[in-house]
């Protein structure tokens, strides 16, 4: 029998933390293991009883690192990693400028598989065991990006952007390959191994309402897939699309019109909706994805977490690569920490560490699988240094308590913290 214990500081969160001492929302052994059997988590908890219980495992000791489930990352772009630090433009213009030319490439399928190795290798250095990621407009980019996740294990969310329109001509689909090709990819990869798909036009400004008809349709045919788009990132974004949509009420209501709303439904950023706007998200459980590191690079607006988190809106949190500038979750934390302070809210570590994890599981309805050690998941679990560098070591030496070392970890760690990383029960970091 091939069974792991896995040993070090294990901490698993149950609930969303309430404050920086809420000790019910979380498991923490200090001298801790988790079982591993067949790529499954069959158990956590004390170090000594589980040994016990298991006597013929393999032990991997990783003490003193902590132990958690591995890192979520709700919200990235796959042919944006030759884009990040691009200087100088705002959100439309930044698209014009470079992201547009960029994604072009992608309609090389060497060029897709190059990048698609590229861009799980750095996930995995930075503790991201699951992503939902964009495509580009190609079919083949969609593809690379599902065979490469597949070659390793890994449980991915992924689409093809759907666009039809205001981008460069070689980036635009039409309404009707963009229901082929999409359904295609669905048909292949959408509960095939570890993968989902996601349905994905871009964004209002470049989808034609004939599109988004179309998108309707898809989610109507595949209600099971999950369906990810841009919402209210930027003043002049949202001036542009209620000039092409004239009949909706706001942002969110040219969505609406198609039903693109709903529990698998995820919108990027939305930072300047009105009250109405977070009413209907709130009640159709749609999931609003905070992406500190890019509202900051892109100068968007500071996301408003108290306000969306008291009309009951579900929120998950992401780095946006390369509207985000890190692909580290840690760095996103430490960023949405500080857009926080500026909206005199306040983001406890625990909380932090929380969304990473669990909670962005549970933003994708996934909590039975991942972002928790509980019995029966899958085992994607990172393991992190909180003495990484001598700066975090010094640090170290006046901290007293878990929440502390996990603000530390937060405040001053990258992927120089990710000791380790497994996916399904394997080590899977590219470089130890
Ligand atoms: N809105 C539409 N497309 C994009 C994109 O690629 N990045 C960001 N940040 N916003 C978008
Ligand atoms: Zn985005």
């Known amino acids: 029998m091939n069974i792991k214990l896995l040993r070090g500081r294990v901490l698993n969160f149950i609930s969303e933390p309430t404050s920086i001492d809420d000790e019910s929302s979380y498991a923490f052994f200090e001298d801790g293991a988790v079982v591993i059997h067949d790529g499954l988590i069959t158990d956590y908890g004390d170090y000594s009883s589980l040994v016990t219980a298991h006597q013929n495992s393999e032990v991997i000791d990783h003490r003193p690192h902590l132990i958690l489930p591995g890192f979520i990352d709700t919200h990235l772009h796959f042919p944006q990693m030759q884009v990040i630090g691009s200087f100088g433009t705002k959100l439309l213009d930044w698209l014009n400028k470079y992201t547009f030319i960029e994604e072009q490439k992608f309609s090389d399928p060497e060029h897709c598989k190059r990048i698609a190795k590229q861009l799980f ?78 349905i994905t036009p871009r964004f209002a400004i470049t989808s034609t309402p004939t599109q988004l008809e179309m998108t309707k349709a898809l989610m109507q045919e595949y209600p099971d897939c999950y369906m990810q788009t841009h919402l209210s990132e930027n003043h002049a974004e949202i001036e542009l699309t209620k000039e ?128 928790t050690l509980g019995k029966g998941t899958e085992a994607d679990i990172v393991i992190l240094n909180s003495n990484a560098t001598p700066a975090m070591q010094l640090r170290m030496e006046t901290v007293e308590t878990l929440s502390e070392e996990l603000f530390v970890l937060q405040t001053m760690g990258d992927d120089r913290a990710i000791s380790s990383v497994y996916v399904a029960g394997k080590n899977q970091h590219p470089d130890y």
């Open 121 to 198: 290798d750095t996930l995995l250095r930075h503790g991201t065991t699951t992503g939902v990621a964009y495509c580009s407009v190609h079919k083949t980019s969609a593809e690379a990006f599902f065979q490469e996740a597949e070659n390793r294990n890994l449980r991915m969310i992924a689409g093809k952007v759907m666009m039809d329109r205001n981008a460069p001509e070689p980036l635009c689909d039409t309404p009707q390959s963009s229901y082929d090709n999409s359904k295609a990819l669905i048909e292949k990869w959408h509960g095939r191994g570890r993968a989902s798909y996601a």
């Open 244 to 371: 092409l949509y004239q009949s909706a009420r706001d942002y969110l209501d040219v969505y609406e019109m198609y039903d693109l709303l709903g529990e698998k439904s995820l919108f990027g950023h939305c930072i300047h909706l009105n009250d109405r706007e977070r009413q209907a998200m709130a009640e159709t459980k749609s999931v609003a994805v905070f992406c500190p590191t890019s509202n900051l690079f892109l100068g968007s607006g500071l996301f408003d977490q108290d306000g969306l988190q008291a009309h009951g809106v579900r929120t998950a949190v992401a780095t946006d690569i390369g509207g985000g500038t890190s692909y580290s979750m840690l760095k996103t934390l430490d960023e949405a920490y500080k857009i926080l302070q500026l909206r005199n809210q306040t983001l406890n570590p625990l909380k932090s560490f929380y969304m990473m994890t669990l909670g962005n599981a549970r933003a994708l309805s996934m909590q039975d699988k991942i972002g």
